[in-house]
């Protein structure tokens, strides 16, 4: 990352010749951030009929980092990532990808990234096979390079037996794979998956892990949703966690945790912790005596 | 604890209003917010209306005609409702969208409680009100004083409950077959039968324009007269005691029906899915990825190939083509030959079938449904957009040539005349074109999504028939104006025009493409909420 900046300061001194000097001033802040963050997203808002789904968030991914996304159901996060992956068109707010603005430069920021959606929505009439050749294909990608790829990925991901199978017929954790296995096939910079393991088998879930760590590893960056806290605390050096349509803590993960569990942290920051004292002895009186 | 006891003693009546309340709130929900929605919610309102009082004058008009004609006139009627409202939701006509007997498995309610529900909710509705409305015309066309008319009453009622209940019996017992995938591909493939069948009764009355109108009313009359829809209606003209018999074997039938239908309902609740027990692999070497240069395009068209031949929705529209230019060369064969221009037959349905053929690309992007968001994360440029829809064109067009080939060739030898077939197999080919561009237009403006289960019996997602309907008739009626320019003048005569209709129909696809690339790269993400709506 640091020959990144320096490259990027090298630039900047050229440009210097010929700005003004509080130009520049910005210029190299957003020139810096670019070369560190994967994703910035600024004031983002959404609102569905009177429902506000996403109130102005501000999301930061470093680059290189497996970052988390964390909130209760109807935090806004699948919200959030559709607008992100220019799936979902945002009210207001910018959306940069690696410097580049999603929804005014959509070529270069689709080049970029990879995608796995919330749902198990895939093209179900095409084999698993057909998928990938089809998905790497509309990328641009050589026919040739995109069989060896396919071949690659469906053997890692422990599909080839059902490689032939239509879409339509896998189950939930073969879904997830196959998904995943597309999102990859171009090589993205920023993979974006909304809950990539929800519904999916133990086994299953090792192999997305195993995938996922072999690909940030090499500096590429992950941003995932989910639920499963464990996972995250496990997986994630980055946590961005969102409350009400609202980014209630964000920043890396011991930061967040502040010598909790990751787990206590996220209730504390939901304010669902507080509440747990003396409010469940009010109602449900009725509840666990069924004898009537 | 009391919940619980309410639960169980809920009342026929209450369980009716219940029901009923709980379908007005289905209805009402799914307009809940959106403009189109409820746009093309008054739309169909409107088109109801239209059609209830349009159905309920001609039955009534029966009067004007001989009492014994007027009775055989309205057992037709009666028969025709009821054959419709059995086999029309497997139609898949935008007409019904019934609440789904799965979603109750859990609740304790007695069987008796869940017929009167499932009933109650089958009948709220725009169009179930219609053939009420319709039927009851049948009062005004036939009964005669205060008995007749009480008579009516219930002959109307109880044809309206064997309509609902025929079609629930129906639904409910295939619901089984509906839900493996595999069965309901071949559901949706055995519908084609069915409307190729209602056509023979249509080809017959065109075979024998030499016969009298009268002869043949009176002899399906007498036939139909036996099914219950058509007892109902002759229990009508006929008053008396033989009124009352023939009723109250209709009532008979409409409830053992009724007990089949909830014996079905129950088999249903319980019968699993067996929809992924199908291991079968495909592996197939696609044509079209060997034939055309590597990329994107290619993709799409292989892509597009196989959605034809794996996909039931595409193959029901294509073969609904088929079936229906066959019938059209079939039946004018039948037709006085004087009575047709040679370039008539030679011409018209080909057109229709090349028309037919290139709107199954009105709704281009229906089919891939929520999986569209794949070309969505990668399309960056409307001509990413336009490309997308010049392989799905090149695929159709592929299948549709040869079609409207076939059609016109069939045509000029009907007329005598095979040297015909050239310029209007080039007129057939433009109205392809033209057809293609029309479509390519209305799928970005007017998206819907195409319902994946077939048993939704209906062509659109809830809340979006209107936009259905919008789409394809729009699309319908603009791919017709547009192709009056190639159509007519070979028609009235001028051959040599038909050299320009494969340009002219190659332009409107191109500037379909053109229209649909910019308008649709701007809007991706909306025709990507549009067809993935839950169906």
């Given at each position: ?49 009177q ?8 999301l ?17 996060k699948?919200?959030?990532l ?9 009210d ?13 430069d959509?070529v270069?920021?689709?080049?970029r ?59 939930t954790?073969?879904?997830?794979k196959?998904g995943?296995?597309?999102a ?12 990539p393991f ?14 996922l760590?072999?690909y940030?590893a ?7 949703s ?12 980055w ?7 609202q980014i209630?803590a ?8 502040a ?5 206590q942290a ?5 304010g ?19 004898r009537? | 604890?009391?919940?619980?006891q ?22 009402a929900?799914?307009?809940?917010g ?11 309102l409107?088109?109801?209306v ?6 309920f004058?001609a039955?009534?008009l ?27 939701p ?5 007409v ?37 409305v ?11 004083g205060?008995a007749?008319?009480?008579?009516g009453?219930?002959?109307?009622l109880l044809?309206f ?11 409910t017992?295939?619901?089984g ?8 591909d ?5 519908v ?17 324009s ?14 139909l ?11 009508i ?5 033989q009124a009352v ?16 239908w ?9 019968t ?26 290619a993709?799409?068209v ?31 064969s ?5 009575e ?7 011409s ?12 199954q ?19 960056g ?9 010049a ?11 040869p ?9 000029s ?21 033209v ?19 077939i ?15 919008l789409?394809?008739?729009?699309s ?11 159509v ?17 129909g190659?332009?409107?696809?191109w ?7 910019a ?11 549009a ?5």
């Open positions: 990352m640091g020959h990144h900046i320096s490259e990027g300061v090298g630039d900047l001194r050229l440009i210097g010749r010929f700005v003004q000097q509080d130009t520049l001033l910005t210029c190299i802040s957003a020139r810096l951030a670019h070369m560190t963050e994967a994703v910035r997203t600024t004031g983002l808002y959404k609102r569905f009929g429902q506000i789904a996403v109130g102005g968030v501000d930061v991914v470093p680059r290189g980092s497996f970052a988390g996304l964390v909130g209760p159901n109807g935090a806004g699948t919200t959030s559709s607008m992100v992956t220019g799936l979902l068109r945002p207001a707010g910018t959306i940069h990808i690696d410097g580049f603005d999603v929804w005014l959509p270069a920021v689709k080049a990234i990879g995608v796995l959606p919330e749902g198990l929505r895939l093209f179900e009439r095409l084999s698993g096979r057909e998928l990938l050749s089809y998905n790497g294909q509309l990328r641009g990608l050589p026919k040739r390079e995109v069989e060896q790829r396919a071949e690659e990925l469906l053997t890692v991901m422990d599909l080839k037996d059902s490689a032939d199978k239509l879409v339509v017929d896998y189950s954790g073969m879904r997830k196959i995943l296995s597309a990859l096939l171009h090589n993205p910079a920023v993979l974006f998956l909304d809950e929800e519904g999916v088998d133990p086994v299953s879930a090792n192999t997305l892990v195993e995938v760590q072999r940030t090499s500096g590429s960056t992950v941003v995932f989910s639920h499963v806290m464990d996972l995250v605390e496990r997986l994630c050096d946590v961005s966690v969102m409350s009400r349509g209630v964000q920043g890396p993960l011991d930061q967040v945790r010598g909790r569990s990751l787990n996220f209730l504390d920051l939901v669902a912790g507080r509440d747990n004292d003396g409010s469940g002895e009010e109602g449900l009186s009725w509840l666990g005596s069924s009537a | 604890m009391a919940g619980l309410q639960g169980v003693r809920l009342g026929l009546g209450a369980t009716v209003a219940l029901f009923f309340r709980l379908k007005i709130r289905l209805i929900g799914n307009l809940r959106e403009v189109s929605r409820q746009i093309g919610f008054v739309f169909s409107v088109a109801a239209a059609v209830a009082a349009g159905g004058l039955m009534s029966v009067r004007l005609a001989a009492p014994d004609m007027a009775v055989n006139l309205v057992i037709i009627a009666f028969a025709v409702f009821w054959v419709t409202w059995t086999i029309g497997l139609l898949m006509f935008g019904d969208d019934t609440l789904d007997p799965s979603r109750l498995a859990l609740l304790p309610l007695t069987t008796r409680q869940l017929a009167a529900g499932m009933f109650t909710t089958s009948v709220t509705g725009i169009w179930p009100l219609v053939t009420l319709i039927t009851s015309g049948a009062i005004a066309g036939l009964a005669a205060v007749g008319i009480a008579i009453v219930i002959a109307v044809q409950a064997l309509c609902i209940v025929t079609s629930r019996l129906v639904t017992a295939l619901s077959a509906l839900r493996s995938r595999r069965g309901r071949l559901v949706a493939v055995g084609l039968l069915v409307v190729l069948l209602s056509q023979a009764p249509n080809l017959i009355a065109n075979r024998g030499s016969l009298d109108v009268e002869r043949v009313v009176v002899g399906m009359a007498g036939i007269r036996w099914t219950p829809a058509g007892t109902a209606a002759h229990s003209g006929a008053g008396g005691l018999i023939g009723l109250a074997a209709v009532a008979l039938v409409v409830l053992g029906f009724g007990a089949l909830i014996a079905a309902l129950k088999r249903a609740l319980v699993a899915d067996t929809s992924t027990q199908s291991p079968a692999g495909v592996r197939s070497r696609s044509l079209a990825s060997r034939l055309l240069p590597d990329g994107a395009f993709a799409v292989a892509k597009e190939f196989k959605y034809v031949r794996r996909d039931p929705r595409g193959r029901v529209g294509l073969m609904a083509a088929v079936a229906v230019s066959a019938v059209m060369v079939f039946s004018i039948g037709g006085g030959r004087g047709m221009s040679g370039a008539w037959l030679a018209f349905p080909a057109c229709i079938s090349a028309l037919m053929l290139s709107l690309s009105s709704n281009a992007f229906g089919i891939d449904g929520r999986s569209l968001w794949m070309n969505a994360v990668v399309f440029t409307p001509r990413d957009v336009r490309n997308d829809l392989g799905r064109h090149l695929a159709l067009a592929v299948i549709a040539v079609i409207v080939t076939a059609v016109t060739l069939a045509g030898f009907i007329a005598g005349d095979p040297l015909l077939a050239v310029p209007f197999a080039l007129v057939g080919w433009g109205v392809l074109g057809g293609l561009g029309v479509g390519a237009v209305a799928s970005v403006l007017l998206p819907y999504t195409s319902p994946e289960r048993n939704a019996f209906s062509g659109a997602a809830p809340g979006q028939g209107g936009v259905a309907f789409g394809s008739f729009g319908l009626i603009a791919g017709t104006l547009l192709s009056l320019p190639i007519l003048p070979p028609l009235l005569g001028v051959m040599w025009w038909s050299a320009l209709a494969v340009p002219y190659m332009g409107v696809a500037a379909g493409r053109r229209i649909g690339g308008v649709g790269f701007g809007r991706y993400p909306e025709i990507l909420a067809v993935s709506r839950p169906s």
